[in-house]
């Protein structure tokens, strides 16, 4: 089963900074079934990203997702007071697997 | 509109068991596999397993295997999840989520179930 490393843990950063957040995988990925997630307190989460970097229906483009290989990343470029919230990496072909999380938090 | 409506909480005791369900409505409910995910409180997502109503095939995580149980009721365009012999640590929020193949992300999720295990 492959691993999904998430780093950092936290941030903290300001509204109208950019984020690149980081998802790695234990061994590589062969196809594109990497999706990305927002999660807030009390909510489900929502698909952002899926396919590495095609945006779900809705989502603002200055959410971007990149990467191949082992080395996945999802990038806000100007984080809006709304973006605050947990973000996870997901791998979704069988066995689904998900990274631990990393937390956006306001500084 | 696609929607994926879990029933409530639960509270449980331990050695208890209890049966969490996710009606579905604005789709094809028979096209589209649902899939379980847990979360523990403050922690994580973690897949269970999934289900394609169509045939009732089933795929669960080894993690998960063995104490859990999905099932759905076309009829009533409803996927369950059954817990058993349930322990404090089955303390979490259980969501449904549905996808269309393993090709596809999970795209609509259902809203938790929070299920609280105590004595």
């Known amino acids: 089963e492959i691993v999904l490393t998430q780093s950092p843990g936290t941030l903290s950063l300001s509204p109208g900074e950019r984020v690149t957040l980081s998802c790695r995988a234990s061994?590589?990925?062969?196809?594109?079934?990497l999706a990305w997630f927002q999660q807030k307190p009390g909510q489900a989460p929502r698909l952002l990203i899926y396919e590495v970097s095609t945006r779900a229906t809705g989502i603002p483009d200055r959410f971007s997702g990149s990467g191949s290989g082992s080395d996945f990343t999802l990038t806000i470029s100007r984080l809006e007071p709304e973006d605050f919230a947990l973000y996870y990496c997901q791998l979704y072909q069988t066995p689904i697997t998900f990274g631990g999380g990393t937390k956006v938090e306001i500084k | 509109d696609v929607l994926l409506v879990q029933s409530g909480a639960e509270v449980k005791r331990p050695g208890e068991s209890l049966t969490i369900s996710c009606e579905a409505s604005g789709y094809d409910f028979s096209a589209y596999w649902i899939n379980w995910v847990r979360q523990m409180p403050g922690k994580g997502l973690e897949w269970m397993g999934r289900i394609d109503p169509s045939d009732s095939f089933i795929d669960y995580s080894p993690s998960f295997q063995g104490r859990v149980t999905i099932s759905t009721d076309t009829s009533l365009k409803t996927a369950y999840l059954r817990l058993t012999r349930l322990k404090a640590s089955d303390t979490a929020t259980y969501y449904c989520a549905r996808h269309y193949s393993s090709a596809n992300p999970l795209d609509f999720w259902g809203q938790g179930t929070l299920v609280t295990v105590s004595s």
């Open positions: 061994e590589t990925i062969h196809t594109r079934f």
